[in-house]
């Protein structure tokens, strides 16, 4: 079943959560540099840390304005820096697992979609991510693209890919996958 007009966005319970990750990180850094006067060496730390809690913020703000929408035609990423990827021009797709805790439960999986110009990256925590890597991964097979052994596994620990269906598996793009 070939779906049409999937639309997709990060969900507000996580983007409200990073919110509140940011400003209490931006509190805990300025209001100390506000009523005292730190040695310098303090003074750099704190103002370091403020500077990432910032740039966290941003990031936030940008992944609150992210959609993605997922069409017959390809992947459109619309944010700050929207891009598309057409399913005709497909290069690469490769899922990677990062784990939290040694036991490996409790993590995240990223997805790589690179067509001829552009790449986009999305994270699990995206409202729909299974529909998407299952409608890339059926793509991937279509255009007959090779799979990495790593993305294979995380294709079938996902529950889209079975087994016996990952015939590719040479490594594109040569990094080293978790």
Known sequence: MVETGLSLRYPARAV??????A???????????????????VTGVL???AVLFFLFGLR?????????????????LRS??????????LRELKLSYFSTRRDRHGGWMQLRLRGD????????????????????AREARRHQLALSPETA??????????????????????????
């Open 16 to 21: 409200a959560l990073e919110y509140f990750y």
């Open 23 to 41: 400003v209490a990180g931006l509190a805990f850094t300025l209001v100390p540099l506000a009523l005292v006067t730190p040695l310098p060496a």
């Open 47 to 49: 103002a370091g840390f």
């Open 60 to 76: 936030t703000v940008i992944r609150h304005n992210t959609f993605v929408e997922v069409s017959n035609g390809g992947v459109t």
């Open 80 to 89: 700050l820096w929207g891009s598309d990827i057409p399913w005709s021009e």
């Open 117 to 136: 110009k552009r790449t986009i990256r999305l994270d699990s925590s995206l409202d729909g991510f299974d529909k998407l890597v299952a409608r890339a």
């Open 153 to 178: 596994q995380n294709l079938i620990a996902l529950g889209v890919m079975d087994a016996p269906d990952q015939a590719p598996t040479r490594g594109s793009g040569g990094g080293r996958e978790k």
